[in-house]
């Protein structure tokens, strides 16, 4: 999941005329109240209405809970821009500094539209190329969370989270780290699932959202739990 993302997230930041400070605006109420916050209805009609984009209200609401870390759990339905800077921006510290720089651009009116782009630009004003990868991260973004999640319901109904974060927290720090997460696999490495560093890194990543180096038993419960056990979605 997080790989095909931050795919989607690094071709997009590199396309001239994507900016998100833009793409916030669109999302917000066709461009209104975004002082107020993204609510969670506007991105829902607003993603569908400019990317054709089709998910219930409980399936956007529950992958954004997936994307953001526990702390920001009271913010999923009403986003603030930083909120969904993070969703969009390469989480690859390659891109830090060209994302840092491309944003500061955008949110002061830095961008520079070419002749030749006018003329190819759809009505929310980007190239139809970019229309279509914006398009295409937020299907990835909804579809490939649900996904995950059916997985969780029922592949990984018959596990105890607990005694598997035990496992991997073996010296029981009460959190593990990427060390662990190496050490796990490569103990329970099997060739029936096949997994490579990269993508310990991607998963470690995704569960340390916050960046701190390492993952409480509470963050890894929230990743690995279904989330009608572990949240009541209304």
Known sequence: CER?????????ILQDDFSIFQLYGIVCDDGKGTAKGLALTDFQANTNKF?????SYKEIKMAMIRQFPISYAGRVENMRYNDFEKLLKPRSKKFAS???RKIQLEKHGGGDDTEADMN????????AKTHIMVGKFFEDLLQLENQLE???KYKLATINIKDAFAVIDMDRKG???LADYYTFFEEYYTDEMPISSEEIDYLFKRHDKEKLGRVSEAVFLKELMPIDDYIIID
Do not use: H, M, P
Not at 4 to 12: F, P
């Open 120 to 127: 190819v630009q759809t009505d929310i004003g980007v190239t």
């Open 150 to 152: 059916l997985s969780r």
């Open 98 to 100: 060209y994302v840092k």
């Open 4 to 12: 095909v993302l931050e795919i989607d997230r690094q071709e997009l």
């Open 51 to 55: 990317f054709n984009v089709k998910f």
């Open 175 to 177: 959190y593990a780290t």
